[in-house]
Each structure stands twice: as structure tokens, then as C-alpha cells.
T-cell receptor
């Protein structure tokens, strides 16, 4: 059974204070690891897909990295508009399901 | 605009009164899925469909039904709703590349309250 654990559950940062969110996973044959952003009362929005260990993707102040056991979402010099819940999900070989973690709620204080 | 449309967005109903939440996508996606999101439990998959007339159970299918008669539509049916089905529901779709789920596009969500 695929499992995804995200930490911390919640994170408060001052504007400009860089940090990282963690996603640990267990899966039989990783097909892909996905990061989504979810704003309150809205559906998740796709950020990144990572397919193999060592892969990195960047978008504005966000950078996602992947190892064989975990993924990190690095946030550099965050702004208040980066406040959201960040979800990690995995898709394993032979499965059509996407298993989501419970998310990390990020709050960036001006 | 490429999107997944869910209706209704908000619904308050009573125990046992059958209801349907509709989901439609305009991206010609093969794969469609329903999730529920509850505080402390995250997103959990209810049912998914790889294509027309092909559906399968997710992690929490009890009390729900689905159908996929057309490629663009994937309604979620609650035959006899109960209070434990009070939740925020999301429909999502994607191309079925790589043999399975790909990048999902989510709807805006349907908040259901069962009294």
C-alpha cells in the first residue's frame, strides 16, 4: 500500500524567511511524485511532477527535489501570497490511484 | 477555458434523500476521479474511471456510486446519504498517460452537508 507523510503539518514563516517542506513516501515502483497547492475553499492546483531520484523542478520561489524516499519543496524568500496548503502525492507502478499526503499548511506573515 | 465543472457547489440535504453531484470536463481526458477531503484525513479517493464504461473503487467507496456513460461526464451518486458523508468533494481528470494517473486537473469542489 502506497503511503505519503508530509511534515510539518503547519509552518509559519516571516516574509523572506526561506524553508523546506518534507514529503516522505513508500511506494512500489514510483511512477511519479506530484506537488499541488491548495488555497482555502478551492481545488488543488498542480505545481510539479518528479519522476526519478535526483530530479529537480523550479517555479518562481519554489523548487522541488526528489530522492528515493522523500521529496522536498523548498521555498525561497516567501511572500504572503505563497500562503496555502501544499499537497504531495505519489503514483505507483501498476496503480491508477494517486495517494495524497495530508498536506502542510504554510502561512507567510508580512 | 480548460476546466472541470462540478455542481452543485454547496448542498445541504437530509439523511436518506438521494442526490447526485455532477462533474464535467472539457479537455477530452480519459481518466476521471472523485475525492473527498476531510480535516485531518486529507484527500481520499472514492471512485475512478479510466474511460467510458470503465470504473473502479478507490479507498473509500462505501455509500457512493458512479457511472461513466460519456467521456466528459462522471457523476457521483449518493443513494441514501448519511451524516458521515458530510464532506468537501472534488472531481478531477487527466489524460491516462504512463499507464495510469497523470497530472490531475481539479474542480472547484462541492461542499455537502447531510443532516
Amino acid at each position: 500500500e502506497d503511503q505519503v507523510t508530509q511534515s510539518p503539518e503547519a509552518l509559519r514563516l516571516q516574509e523572506g524567511e526561506s524553508s523546506s517542506l518534507n514529503c516522505s513516501y513508500t511506494v512500489s515502483g514510483l511512477r511519479g511524485l506530484f506537488w499541488y497547492r491548495q488555497d482555502p475553499g478551492k481545488g488543488p492546483e498542480f505545481l510539479f511532477t518528479l519522476y526519478s531520484a535526483g530530479e529537480e523542478k523550479e517555479k518562481e520561489r519554489l523548487k522541488a527535489t526528489l530522492t528515493k524516499k522523500e521529496s522536498f519543496l523548498h521555498i525561497t524568500a516567501p511572500k504572503p501570497e505563497d500562503s496555502a496548503t501544499y499537497l504531495c502525492a505519489v503514483s505507483g507502478a501498476g496503480s491508477y490511484q494517486l495517494t495524497f499526503g495530508k498536506g502542510t499548511k504554510l502561512s507567510v506573515i508580512p | 477555458e480548460a476546466q472541470v465543472t462540478q455542481n452543485p457547489r454547496y448542498l445541504i440535504t437530509v439523511t436518506g434523500k438521494k442526490l447526485t453531484v455532477t462533474c464535467s470536463q472539457n479537455m477530452n481526458h480519459e481518466y476521471m476521479s472523485w475525492y473527498r477531503q476531510d480535516p485531518g484525513l486529507g484527500l481520499r479517493q472514492i471512485y475512478y474511471s479510466m474511460n467510458v464504461e470503465v470504473t473502479d473503487k478507490g479507498d473509500v467507496p462505501e455509500g457512493y456510486k458512479v457511472s461513466r456513460k460519456e467521456k466528459r461526464n462522471f457523476p457521483l451518486i449518493l443513494e441514501s446519504p448519511s451524516p458521515n458523508q458530510t464532506s468537501l468533494y472534488f472531481c478531477a481528470s487527466s489524460f491516462a498517460g504512463h499507464g495510469g494517473a497523470n497530472v490531475l486537473t481539479f474542480g472547484a469542489g462541492s461542499r455537502l452537508t447531510v443532516l
